[in-house]
């Protein structure tokens, strides 16, 4: 017959504390709440006797499931995995569980998996997803549901949100090219329905401005998606036009290799006849042939700090809503070189 399974009595008994002490001593959460010699004591009895707390035992007692529901635009996008690993190990401190949902940037099916996740009493969101004006983010915020958002930002800064300085690290990217030279610069802009892709676009044409450049419509094209694909359709209208391009800046970096795409289909070499820059600096990008010159910041950091601003709320946080901007840091590879 199998052994009986080990009680929190059990485990306090050994440690010759309260069950209540136990308790506390065993969830990350409230660990503080007690003496570290306590705790310790307590951690060695569990481990000692096997104790594996009951989780559904556990919700039905702090009304908490202790997972967070996270909806993710592109699990195919190289630049999420850092995040989430950043998001899980932070969480993990404090005895939560990541359940991960992919969007695949569609809005309906964005609902659905917030709703699936909803029914499963998840405690809180971090959303990667958010386009603005998106009617799911007025819900929540009438709901007073703890939702965070992760590498986008909403319209009216109405809800917690951890991102990169978009429009600095564009700036920083065309401060770049005119140093080299360049003046006939085009945009790979990423979709304007959503923070990163308005926000990169605007810092463009900031920048453009700043340095006396024009910017006709012929050398600025929309993906409808931060797509590799994307990358190439808009690469390619552009130089279609034949406006004498001599480099691109791509509004993230899978666009940015569409552009490589584009360019040798159209028999065109980078950097020798167009520079490009993207933004990110995605795993691997550096392994690309050139290696692309990007914006880059800490995806680990997001990950973390997004999930510390919905432990926050989580505990009972109150003030002003905060908006996390990380530094960004221009990364000069190959793919980009001086006007000749």
């Not at 990350?28 to 010699?37: F, G, Q």
């Not at 190990?89 to 940037?105: K, Q, S």
């Not at 009617?135 to 590498?151: F, K, Q, T």
Request: proline share 6%; aromatic share 4%; hydrophobic share 45%.
């Amino acid at each position: 017959m199998p052994e009986p399974a080990v009680k929190l009595r059990d485990v306090a008994t050994l440690a010759g504390v309260h069950p209540a002490t136990a308790s506390r001593a065993l969830n990350p959460e409230t660990r503080l709440l007690v003496s570290e010699e306590t705790a310790s004591r307590v951690l060695a009895a569990a481990a000692k006797l096997g104790y594996r707390p009951n989780p559904v035992a556990r919700s039905l007692r702090t009304r908490r499931s202790h997972t967070v529901g996270v909806l993710i635009p592109d699990l195919n996008n190289p630049l999420f995995p850092p995040i989430v690993r950043g998001l899980e190990d932070r969480l993990a401190t404090a005895g939560y569980v990541a359940l991960i949902g992919n969007t695949d940037g569609d809005d309906a099916r964005e609902r659905k998996v917030f709703e699936q996740m909803r029914a499963r009493h998840v405690d809180g969101y971090v959303l990667a997803t958010a386009h603005l004006r998106n009617p799911l983010l007025a819900e929540a915020v009438r709901a007073g549901m703890p939702v965070v958002l992760m590498n986008r930002i909403a319209e009216d800064y109405s809800l917690p949100a951890v991102t990169v300085d978009n429009e600095r690290g564009v700036k920083m990217e065309i401060s770049h090219l005119v140093s080299l030279g360049h003046r006939k610069i085009a945009c790979v802009a990423g979709p304007q329905d959503v923070s990163t892709g308005l926000a990169r676009y605007r810092g463009f044409q900031a920048a453009m401005a700043a340095a006396g450049l024009e910017v006709p419509p012929n050398r600025v094209a929309f993906a409808r998606a931060f797509s590799i694909e994307e990358g190439r359709r808009c690469t390619s209208e552009i130089l279609a036009d034949g406006d004498g391009i001599t480099a691109i800046a791509a509004g993230n970096d899978m666009l940015a290799v569409g552009s490589y795409r584009a360019l040798d289909q159209a028999g065109l070499a980078c950097p020798a006849d167009v520079s490009v820059v993207g933004f990110n600096d995605m795993p691997f990008i550096d392994m690309l042939r050139p290696p692309l010159t990007t914006v880059a910041f800490s995806h680990y950091q997001v990950g973390t700090e997004a999930a510390q601003l919905l432990l926050d709320r989580l505990n009972g946080s109150t003030g002003p809503v905060k908006v996390l901007y990380l530094a960004p840091e221009l990364i000069v590879r190959s793919s980009t070189a001086r006007l000749s």
